[in-house]
């Protein structure tokens, strides 16, 4: 089925580079011609040869296009087909056919989808990771900081209300916020019930692509109008960008308007977040981490992880292993600023620049953010944004 989706655009290539060729070709075959025709052997003229060429090229090239036509035609049915086989697991999740029918209605399969996640491959174990503070400064800027702090402004009396109910800092709820979308400025702009059956149906991840395709269309059965259904290539959608199966799970109603619209209202999105971090297992009254300084001549070794984490171990392979606060402290870390966490408080080590700059003791509520993320950067930023945030 790959050359099925691929196989126009490569057939239209080929006829293009041998036209190419039988023009290189003719430009040094009228003196072979002149030659054969002076031995008496052609009676006809260069220029009917040139001619016939021609024509062959035009001929090659239109076949070359249908067979790509065909080829787009076979994509077009499998396609279909795959969405049809669906059928039975929507019913099952409590989808009916009329709104199954409505989910597949005009979808097709989209190329660019199949593109973007085909250069979406997996960082290689050896590459080299770079330095944090590149990335802390465009993510931590100036602009998202005072932005954020106008939203956690606008919304200290519903944000303290869901702190108190959740346990999670309003601060971290914004910066989730911000870095996400940009306080709802960036959320994408594909068709998710389509971008999601293309990178299903494509296969290379369908054990993560199709349930959330099947998710979607409960969400469709439950209400949620179809033109909301606009996100990221990748299915993500709404200020947090939760993919549908996360929506069904952990987003909210905060507003009290009967829908948990995380596309439109900041109140439903930000208590969707923090009933995420809930689940995650956010622990109230625990900071995410504190930046540090590691004394000179400190004993890595002492404090390396040995354990391989089975999720994201290139993530978690940076992390030393869990001493308390109080055990750092007697190992000489000490604060950069502001207050040192409870000495019951567990925490690793984590330098993201290596030994000599900023480093971070990271509690169990930064594996939370990591849940959300599973990149290190990504929950440092989110961490540092919300420290700000809160100023």
């Known amino acids: 089925m790959q050359s099925g989706r691929?196989?126009?655009?490569?057939?239209?290539?080929?006829?293009?580079?041998?036209?190419?060729?039988?023009?290189?070709?003719d430009a040094t075959r009228p003196c072979q011609n002149r030659?054969?025709?002076?031995?008496?052997?052609?009676?006809?003229t260069i220029s009917t040869m040139l001619a016939r060429r021609i024509a062959g090229a035009i001929a090659l090239l239109i076949f070359c296009c249908s067979t790509g036509a065909v080829a787009q035609t076979g994509t077009d049915q499998g396609f279909s087909a795959y969405l049809q086989s669906l059928r039975p697991k929507?019913?099952?999740?409590?989808?009916?056919?009329?709104?199954?029918?409505?989910?597949?209605?005009?979808l097709s399969f989209n190329p660019r989808v199949a593109a973007l996640d085909a250069d979406n491959r997996p960082t290689p174990a050896d590459a080299p990771i770079p330095d944090f503070e590149p990335y802390r400064q465009r993510h931590v800027d100036t602009a998202r900081i005072t932005r954020g702090r106008a939203v956690y402004q606008a919304n200290r009396r519903f944000l303290s209300s869901v702190e108190a109910e959740t346990g999670v800092p309003e601060s971290v709820m914004v910066a989730i916020f911000g870095h996400e979308t940009n306080y709802g400025a960036v959320v994408g702009?594909?068709?998710?019930?389509?971008?999601?059956?293309?990178?299903?149906?494509?296969?290379?991840?369908?054990?993560?692509?199709?349930?959330?395709?099947?998710?979607?269309?409960?969400?469709l059965q439950r209400g949620v109008p179809r033109e909301r259904l606009v996100g990221s290539f990748a299915g993500a959608f709404g200020y947090p960008q939760f993919l549908p199966s996360v929506y069904l799970r952990d987003a909210r109603d905060a507003d009290g308007d009967g829908v948990a619209a995380i596309w439109s209202s900041q109140a439903d999105a930000l208590a969707s977040i923090a009933n995420y971090f809930v689940r995650a297992g956010w622990r109230k009254g625990e900071p995410w981490g504190v930046a540090v300084r590691v004394p000179g001549g400190f004993d890595r070794a002492g404090i390396a992880n040995r354990i391989r984490a089975p999720r994201c171990p290139r993530v978690f392979e940076r992390h030393s292993r869990w001493l308390s606060m109080a055990e750092w402290r007697a190992r000489g870390i000490v604060p950069v600023s502001g207050a040192w966490p409870a000495?019951?408080?567990?925490?690793?080590?984590?330098?993201?620049?290596?030994?000599?700059?900023?480093?971070?003791?990271?509690?169990?509520?930064?594996?939370?953010?990591?849940?959300?993320?599973?990149?290190?950067?990504?929950?440092?930023?989110?961490?540092?944004?919300?420290?700000?945030?809160?100023?």
Do not use: W
Not at 7 to 25: C, I, S, T, V
Not at 35 to 44: A, F, L, P, Y
Not at 195 to 212: D, M, Q
């Open 6 to 25: 691929h196989g126009k655009g490569r057939d239209e290539g080929r006829a293009d580079r041998r036209l190419r060729q039988m023009r290189r070709d």
């Open 35 to 44: 030659g054969v025709r002076h031995n008496g052997g052609m009676t006809g």
């Open 90 to 106: 929507a019913r099952a999740m409590g989808v009916t056919d009329a709104t199954f029918d409505r989910a597949i209605a005009g």
């Open 189 to 219: 702009d594909f068709d998710l019930l389509r971008s999601l059956a293309t990178l299903a149906y494509e296969g290379r991840r369908r054990t993560l692509f199709e349930p959330e395709l099947l998710s979607a269309m409960v969400m």
């Open 343 to 391: 000495d019951t408080v567990m925490a690793t080590l984590l330098e993201p620049d290596g030994p000599g700059k900023t480093a971070y003791l990271l509690t169990g509520n930064y594996r939370a953010i990591l849940d959300y993320n599973c990149s290190n950067f990504y929950a440092l930023s989110v961490g540092l944004l919300a420290d700000e945030v809160r100023k």
